[in-house]
């Protein structure tokens, strides 16, 4: 029987499910290459931790590790109910709050390393946190793909810590009643980006499908329905959608550097973001938004328990490597 002690929190309801004990011991390399030992080895257990019967396709997990840069207060591993993913913003927010719950960091500037670079959080208070996220870019603009029931469908490719597609609602308004409209429209799109081969420019698959309306009052802003990897559809704004909303808008000259842009979720909660111009035309960003913790709790591996490593995700898009019982995914 193993144990693991987790903290649960949403941020704008999207939830973190942050593993604080009891994870697999990935070494001491960078935070890519554990990131890949993880997605290799530890499949059993992602999939544990965030599938059904202890959670849900909803769920972003969290996993912290020693960073290798003794100025970081952690590192950290996001995964999902499919598998691993590059950078999660709520999820930053809400590591940075569980972190503050433990005492183990008080309001003020941290660093955490994640695989796909350092970012900065500014902890206000126990609850609202600023996140500097990795240099973000807008890859490709104008793409369009050729969508059944749709007709042709023009967005722009970016990187915000993930890969998006980003795109203009065609006509489906960004409110709950229409999730499922905005999934299979999301999903229809993703796949038409796979099957044209339109990849980010380091070759991976665009996974993140970010579809937009534009804010009804005067605030600079969209509201925003995101599809992720594994097709549950993000309840937060996504702060990594955000990221590249941000260098989409950069790169159209339509948002100043140091302007607030409001981003919403599709269930009408908001992240507030700007942006500081870098270097080759991308952007620094920032994303402010706010997580609570919910639950602090002992998840319980059984090895009698047929569905000790979860129910794979009915969304998972390819079946889930499920290697023999062997010691690493019993450590
Ligand atoms: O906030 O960046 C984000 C995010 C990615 C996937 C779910 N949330």
């Excluded at 590591?95 to 941290?110: K, Q």
Aim: net charge negative.
């Amino acid at each position: 029987m193993k144990t693991v002690r987790v903290i649960d929190s949403h941020t704008a309801g999207e939830p973190t499910r942050v593993v604080v004990e009891g994870g697999p011991d990935l070494g001491h390399d960078d935070l890519a290459t554990r990131r890949e030992r993880f997605r290799r080895d530890f499949d059993r257990f992602r999939s544990g931790i965030i599938n059904e019967p202890r959670g849900s396709d909803v769920i972003v997990g969290a996993l912290l590790c020693e960073p290798v840069d003794r100025a970081c207060a952690a590192g950290v591993i996001f995964f999902n109910n499919v598998g691993v993913i590059g950078m999660c913003g709520h999820g930053t927010i809400g590591v940075a709050v569980t972190l503050a719950h433990l005492r183990r960091i008080a309001p003020g500037v941290h660093r955490f390393e994640t695989p796909v670079g350092v970012v900065t959080v500014e902890l206000h208070d126990r609850h609202r946190v600023t996140v500097a996220n990795v240099p973000s870019y807008r890859h490709a603009a104008n793409v369009t793909v050729e969508v059944p029931g749709h007709g042709v469908v023009t967005g722009d490719v970016a990187w915000g810590g993930n890969w998006f597609f980003l795109v203009e609602s065609p006509g489906i308004a960004i409110v709950p009643r229409n999730v499922e409209r905005l999934t299979s429209f999301s999903r229809a799109v993703r796949a038409r980006l796979d099957a044209q081969a339109i990849r980010g420019d380091d070759g991976a698959e665009i996974d993140h499908v970010e579809v937009y309306e534009p804010l009804a009052g005067t605030a600079k802003g969209t509201r925003n329905f995101v599809l992720c990897p594994g097709d549950a559809y993000d309840r937060s704004p996504c702060g990594t959608g955000t990221s590249a909303k941000l260098a989409c808008l950069s790169a159209r000259g339509e948002l100043e550097p140091g302007a607030t842009w409001r981003q919403e979720s599709v269930i009408g909660t908001v992240f507030e973001a700007s942006y500081a111009p870098a270097e080759r035309g991308r952007v620094l960003p920032r994303i402010t938004g706010s997580a609570y913790v919910t639950a602090e709790s002992t998840l319980i591996f059984d090895d009698d328990d047929p569905l000790r490593d979860g129910i794979v995700s009915t969304n998972a898009p390819h079946p889930n490597p499920r290697p023999a019982c062997g010691e690493r995914e019993r450590s």
